[in-house]
């Protein structure tokens, strides 16, 4: 999964002060307890600009070069007036390198201030300045489904994606992933699949995000995002993972078994995997893609108000557990493996180099592929 924001925009400009980028954010996290290890510096410090082509194609050569078939790109479509972060996928788009593949991740939310108790994606709480609390739009940039004409108008805008060579098909569908799941979203996706195949395609392949496994719509996948959807989740409850809203289950599995001390939830990296495992290993739905992930800290962006913060990850942990879990995945056919993430600099979640262990994450990556095809 593939974060693109990394660039200026005037939206960003506007709400959380010029330049403003998830770097900003990156740069300004402080250790929040003894060995906390902030702030995260890229290797060699570089902190690309993502509206370049030439550190994009970066990202794209060097992810390739270590197993990374490709970017799930997250997709910012608000309404027919607001698309936004539209330069990394573009460039993916017409690259002529044909280094990775990508397709793209709605997160089809409102943008909301952390302040807000509206439904919605408050991604940089910690660049909302406390003095100005309850001040100004709660609202930043509203999501609106629309009708079948807006509908139409997203899809002649990730129409010109689907056309392109390097966006990923399944069986001459190109993929499409939602993250936020509603009623009111199966009668475009049903409008999709029909213009998708008067464009030569054979429908499209939607992906639901943290979705209840019984659900189905058509050849649908459905994606388990991690660690949100498992790896949070106490074991023993597993059989009500199906039917209980996810914020209960994390509040309950809290209570239970998390470390939470100065407004900070602590998770251990051996114990998340190692439930991550166990469920995925009983767990053989043919339409789910399971994810994956390297590690978690979103404190650069929530400071100590909310942060979930997994401890104890290394280079080598992750080369073990990954390798468990790419063989289960195999053994299951799944086609893909979704992992959180190649830079979610914000959130710990990353496999891009940094100053601490270079690229032993990637590398980590690359060998588990190597020694699964011996």
């Avoid at 890229?42 to 078939?69: C, F, M, R, T």
Wanted: proline share 5%.
């Amino acid at each position: 999964m593939y974060l693109p924001q990394y660039h200026c925009i005037p939206e960003n400009d506007k709400f959380w002060g010029k330049g403003f980028t998830d770097w900003v954010t990156v740069k300004n996290a402080k250790p929040l307890f003894n060995g906390h290890k902030q702030p995260r510096i890229p290797q060699n410090k570089k902190y690309y600009d993502l509206s370049k082509v030439e550190h994009v194609e970066w990202q794209a050569k060097l992810a390739q070069k270590h197993g990374i078939y490709g970017f799930g790109v997250y997709h910012y479509w608000f309404n027919n007036e607001t698309n936004i972060l539209t330069r990394p996928a573009e460039i993916l788009r017409d690259s002529t390198n044909g280094y990775v593949k990508y397709f793209f991740s709605w997160d089809n939310a409102n943008w909301k201030r952390s302040w807000s108790n509206v439904k919605g994606n408050d991604w940089a709480p910690i660049a909302d300045d406390p003095k100005k609390k309850h001040v100004g739009p709660q609202i930043l940039i509203p999501y609106i489904l629309g009708t079948e004409t807006d509908w139409r108008n997203h899809y002649d805008y990730v129409r010109t994606h689907f056309l392109s060579p390097n966006y990923e098909k399944w069986n001459n569908r190109p993929l499409f992933s939602i993250i936020v799941f509603s009623e009111e979203i199966i009668n475009m996706c049903e409008c999709w699949n029909r213009w998708a195949k008067e464009d030569g395609f054979d429908g499209i392949c939607f992906i639901f995000q943290n979705t209840p496994s019984d659900f189905k719509f058509q050849d649908s996948f459905l994606y388990n995002y991690e660690p949100h959807y498992v790896g949070w989740v106490h074991p023993s409850f597993e059989t009500i993972i199906k039917t209980w809203p996810q914020r209960i289950i994390n509040k309950i599995s809290a209570l239970m078994h998390i470390n939470r001390k100065k407004g900070i939830m602590y998770y251990d990296y051996d114990k998340v995997w190692q439930r991550l495992l166990t469920y995925i290993d009983k767990q053989d739905h043919s339409n789910v893609i399971q994810g994956s992930f390297v590690s978690y800290d979103d404190s650069p962006r929530r400071g100590n108000n909310g942060s979930k913060i997994i401890t104890g990850a290394t280079p080598d942990k992750f080369r073990h557990y990954f390798g468990e879990f790419y063989k289960i995945a195999i053994q299951h056919h799944k086609p893909y493996i979704f992992l959180t993430a190649w830079n979610e600099w914000g959130e710990g979640a990353y496999l891009e180099p940094d100053t601490e262990y270079g690229t032993k994450y990637l590398t980590a990556i690359k060998e588990v592929i190597h020694y699964a095809k011996i």
